[in-house]
């Protein structure tokens, strides 16, 4: 007995949504553990922003000059610290400042990402609650590497459900840049912003189309 069409379709792009999130998520982790910690634009404040998010404090209780205060695990405000490879090819990460005293401990930090919107570094943060030292860094990496690319999959397999998908799906590709794929492996709301942006234009095309 044979499968209605459109369940086999349907099946299909299942296995296509996959087949694309596992790739693009190969990549984007070999971004996040190829970047050095607070190598990525204003990854620093990016960081304590989750930190702090998942600790509840939407918005920390003094905002100023110098950014919003926050309390976040020490390796987190240590980040700040750690940027002397940030658009330095001159250096490698060896010059990265070891965290003093207890990771895990919690202390002040500031970020100029206060006021953002608390929806992506909820999604991103959750690892620091969990894990005490730097690499709930990478974790944290990995959790946005995985998210991101889950949004480029969904916009993959909605350019693949079209009837005239080549030179669609080869635009999509050429539109999934390795700056795209470099921010979806480090703390940075861009990545969502631009993933989620794209799975909504393919989208809205799906319907015009």
């Known amino acids: 007995m044979s499968m209605p069409s459109s369940v086999v379709s349907g099946r299909r792009l ?23 910690i607070a190598a990525a634009p204003d990854e620093p404040a990016h960081l304590v922003k989750a930190a702090s998010v998942v600790r509840g404090q939407l918005v920390g209780p003094e905002t100023g000059p110098t950014g919003t205060l926050v309390q976040v695990p020490q390796y987190i405000a240590w980040t700040h610290a750690q940027t002397c490879t940030a ?9 990265l400042l070891p ?8 202390v002040d930090a500031r970020t100029t990402a206060g006021l953002y919107n608390p929806l992506y570094y909820a999604l991103v943060g959750w690892p620091t609650l969990v894990i005490g030292d730097s690499s ?3 974790a944290m990496r990995v959790v946005s590497a995985l998210i991101t690319s889950a949004f480029l ?10 009837r005239r998908r080549t030179l669609p799906l080869i635009g999509l590709g050429a539109a999934v840049t390795p700056m795209v794929l470099f921010l ?18 393919a ?4 319907i015009v189309t």
């Open 14 to 36: 299942v296995g296509v949504f996959f087949a694309a999130w596992l790739l693009l998520s190969s990549l984007t982790v070999l971004w996040a553990f190829a970047t050095p």
């Open 87 to 95: 658009m330095n090819d001159d250096v490698t990460a060896d010059c």
């Open 99 to 106: 965290v003093p005293g207890d990771p895990a401990a919690i």
């Open 136 to 138: 709930g860094v990478y």
């Open 153 to 162: 999959a969904l916009s993959v397999v909605l350019v693949w459900s079209w």
């Open 184 to 201: 979806g492996g480090v703390i940075n709301p861009n990545t969502l912003e631009i993933a989620a942006t794209l799975s909504a234009f």
């Open 203 to 206: 989208a809205v095309l799906s």
